[in-house]
């Protein structure tokens, strides 16, 4: 299936521990995001990348550090979790805006 | 601070019946505009887009109306079915490179 697909899709964990997020998209995309939605379902960019090449770090904390080993891989790396970092974590790619962004199904972290 | 607003928060609209869904932004700097729809436990699903420089875009059941002047847009859903039951996101766009998306409205078909 052709998809963004972004694991685990459920992650628990306390306090202060390094997490990862893992994405993948097979649609042959430049473009990859990360977004956030916190509480109130609100959607707020993270990160752009194209080309493996970081676009835009919308004032995100250090603690989050984004890599793409290649445009079909964009993965993100959380350090010492904080219990505001819980939210729902979507994974995008896109080729255009015509089109759209095409979206993982959220990755739902809860720091505990 | 928000450039994108959903003002409503829910709709219900029987099936069969016209959806409006209202958006307005701030950014007179925003060229692109898109409509997402999004289920409960899966990510946004990407319906309907608009340029600034057109004032309607058709596509199927969905039509999408904007007016540059007023900085707001809509989309209409004509007829609702109840599997159009979910979260409909307004997103505006200045570059490719990110969306700004509004808080969402929860649309309820009845039977």
């Known amino acids: 299936d052709t998809a963004v697909s972004q694991t685990p899709k459920y992650l628990v964990t306390q306090m202060g521990n390094d997490k990862s997020i893992k994405c993948e998209q097979n649609?042959?995309?430049?473009?990859m995001y990360w977004y956030k939605q916190d509480s109130k379902k609100f959607l707020k960019i993270m990160f752009s990348?194209?080309?493996?090449?970081?676009?835009i770090n919308e004032t995100v904390p250090n603690r989050f550090s984004p890599k793409s080993p290649d445009k079909a891989h964009l993965n993100l790396h959380i350090n010492s979790l904080e219990l505001g970092d819980s939210a729902v974590y979507f994974c995008?790619?896109?080729?255009?805006?015509?089109?759209?962004?095409?979206f993982g199904s959220g990755t739902r972290l809860t720091v505990v | 601070d928000q450039q994108v607003k959903q003002n409503s928060p829910s709709l219900s609209v029987q099936e069969g019946r016209i959806s409006i869904l209202n958006c307005d932004y701030t950014?007179?700097?925003?060229?692109?505009f898109l409509w997402y729809k999004k289920y409960p436990a899966e990510g946004p699903t990407f319906l309907i887009s608009?340029?600034?420089?057109?004032d309607k875009n058709e596509d199927g059941r969905f039509t999408v109306f904007l007016n540059k002047s007023a900085k707001h847009l809509s989309l209409h859903i004509v007829p609702s079915q109840p599997g159009d039951s979910a979260v409909y996101f307004c997103?505006?766009?200045?570059?490719?490179?990110?969306?700004?998306f509004g808080a969402g409205t929860t649309v309820t078909v009845r039977a």
């Open positions: 995008a790619s896109s080729e255009t805006l015509v089109y759209g962004y095409t």
């Open positions: 649609l042959g995309h430049d473009t």
């Open positions: 990348y194209n080309n493996k090449e970081l676009i």
């Open positions: 950014n007179s700097m925003f060229d692109y």
């Open positions: 608009i340029s600034s420089i057109k």
């Open positions: 997103a505006a766009s200045e570059n490719d490179y990110k969306l700004s």
